[in-house]
């Protein structure tokens, strides 16, 4: 994490690099209209199926794919001027930062892989990633990049588990980082043991705002954790899922109440004191906080528009564009021509 001393001017960096992003290269919400015109159908069709039991999918797919943004977008590899060379690659170095850029997908046999950090090695999601792009390389290759298969999947999942309520604009035109940075992922990402004051400023190392910390943490009204994970054993006592002889053995819903669906049931369990991680139960400790996680109780709408209005924030954090990074033929390895 950032030094306090140092937060104002690295979020003064974050805002300025996200108004430059379009001036290095296209970035709009038709950029494959032409290029790849059955996109959008493709990215469907998949999601459709990974989310559906008698298909083989399973609606937890909804928010692995979810954490699996949230972790890609919130790690920022740090360039101190020159060009990045990776496998051959070479390319100018970006204005400081990267964020979305498929970094977390790269696998185990690359340099400085994200996967191996810790808050990432229970991450998911990385088969409905690879059955997108291999479709998508049979009808346009070469031309969609991960990262934005990554972000497509991500809309498209939370839009099906809220019954077509929650969506975002969503521009696109990313392209694919040629490095990953394990060690930022190991500092970046915020831990389920994060109080409220660290949280705050978590988020706000990524020019983020305690109401959007907020609003991003209801992507826990879906998804599992493990049991090992709740901030005190009170909270499995509605969650029969963990009444095992082994605590960590099993794995504990995150929204007691539906969670499969995305709603705003989540905030419901907070006021009831049902969150399961710390992280969670922290948010009801600031009085300011808690009276949005009240509003967003109270009112479904309100927390559909700000959880989208954050997420189209997070979508557009550090992207590459232009002639910057790659466009990965296998979301797994950076190209090697």
Same mark, same amino acid.
């Given at each position: 994490?950032?030094?306090?001393?140092? !937060?104002?001017?690295?979020?003064?960096?974050?805002?300025?690099?996200?108004?430059?992003?379009?001036?290095?290269?296209?970035?709009?919400?038709?950029?494959?209209?032409?290029?790849?015109?059955?996109?959008?159908?493709?990215?469907?069709?998949?999601?459709?199926?990974?989310?559906?039991?008698?298909?083989?999918?399973?609606?937890?797919?909804?928010?692995?794919?979810?954490?699996?943004?949230?972790?890609?977008?919130?790690?920022?590899?740090?360039?101190?001027?020159?060009?990045?060379?990776?496998?051959?690659?070479?390319?100018?170095?970006?204005?400081?930062?990267?964020?979305?850029?498929?970094?977390?997908?790269?696998?185990?046999?690359?340099?400085?892989?994200?996967?191996?950090?810790?808050?990432?090695?229970?991450?998911?999601?990385?088969? !409905?990633?690879?059955?997108?792009?291999?479709?998508?390389?049979?009808?346009?290759?070469?031309?969609?990049?991960?990262?934005?298969?990554?972000?497509?999947?991500?809309?498209?999942?939370?839009?099906?588990?809220?019954?077509?309520?929650?969506?975002?604009?969503?521009?696109?035109?990313?392209?694919?980082?040629?490095?990953?940075?394990?060690?930022?992922?190991?500092?970046?990402?915020?831990?389920?043991?994060?109080?409220?004051?660290?949280?705050?400023?978590?988020?706000?190392?990524?020019?983020?705002?305690?109401?959007?910390?907020?609003?991003?943490?209801?992507?826990?009204?879906?998804?599992?954790?493990?049991?090992?994970?709740?901030?005190?054993?009170? !909270?499995?006592?509605?969650?029969?899922?963990?009444?095992?002889?082994?605590?960590?053995?099993?794995?504990?819903?995150?929204?007691?109440?539906?969670?499969?669906?995305?709603?705003?049931?989540?905030?419901?369990?907070?006021?009831?004191?049902?969150?399961?991680?710390?992280?969670?139960?922290?948010?009801?400790?600031?009085?300011?906080?808690?009276?949005? !996680?009240?509003?967003?109780?109270?009112?479904?709408?309100?927390?559909?528009?700000?959880?989208?209005?954050?997420?189209?924030?997070?979508?557009?954090?550090?992207?590459?564009?232009?002639?910057?990074?790659?466009?990965?033929?296998?979301?797994?390895?950076?190209?090697?021509?």
């Amino acid at each position: 994490l950032a030094m306090a001393s140092s !937060v104002s001017g690295h979020c003064f960096l974050v805002a300025l690099f996200l108004l430059s992003v379009t001036a290095n290269g296209e970035f709009k919400e038709n950029f494959y209209d032409t290029s790849c015109p059955k996109l959008q159908e493709t990215i469907k069709s998949v999601i459709t199926s990974a989310l559906s039991p008698d298909k083989g999918g399973e609606k937890r797919m909804g928010a692995s794919l979810l954490r699996l943004f949230f972790h890609d977008c919130f790690v920022q590899i740090y360039i101190h001027g020159g060009s990045e060379m990776s496998n051959s690659v070479s390319r100018p170095a970006a204005f400081g930062m990267q964020g979305c850029d498929a970094s977390v997908l790269l696998d185990e046999t690359a340099q400085n892989s994200e996967r191996t950090a810790d808050p990432n090695v229970s991450l998911r999601g990385f088969n !409905v990633i690879d059955t997108i792009k291999t479709k998508l390389e049979e009808i346009c290759p070469r031309v969609v990049s991960c990262a934005d298969i990554l972000a497509l999947a991500t809309r498209e999942a939370v839009f099906q588990l809220s019954n077509g309520i929650t969506s975002w604009t969503l521009l696109l035109g990313r392209r694919d980082s040629t490095t990953a940075n394990r060690s930022q992922a190991q500092t970046d990402l915020p831990r389920p043991s994060f109080d409220i004051s660290t949280l705050i400023q978590s988020f706000k190392n990524k020019s983020f705002t305690p109401n959007e910390l907020v609003a991003l943490s209801g992507a826990h009204t879906i998804g599992l954790a493990p049991c090992s994970a709740a901030a005190n054993p009170t !909270v499995l006592k509605d969650r029969p899922e963990c009444t095992t002889l082994i605590l960590g053995s099993g794995l504990a819903r995150l929204d007691v109440d539906t969670p499969e669906a995305f709603d705003s049931k989540y905030y419901d369990g907070l006021l009831k004191n049902k969150g399961l991680l710390n992280s969670d139960r922290e948010l009801i400790k600031d009085p300011k906080l808690k009276k949005l !996680v009240n509003d967003y109780s109270s009112n479904p709408k309100l927390f559909s528009t700000d959880f989208a209005s954050a997420m189209e924030k997070l979508s557009k954090l550090g992207v590459l564009t232009g002639t910057n990074g790659q466009i990965r033929a296998n979301c797994n390895k950076v190209n090697i021509n």
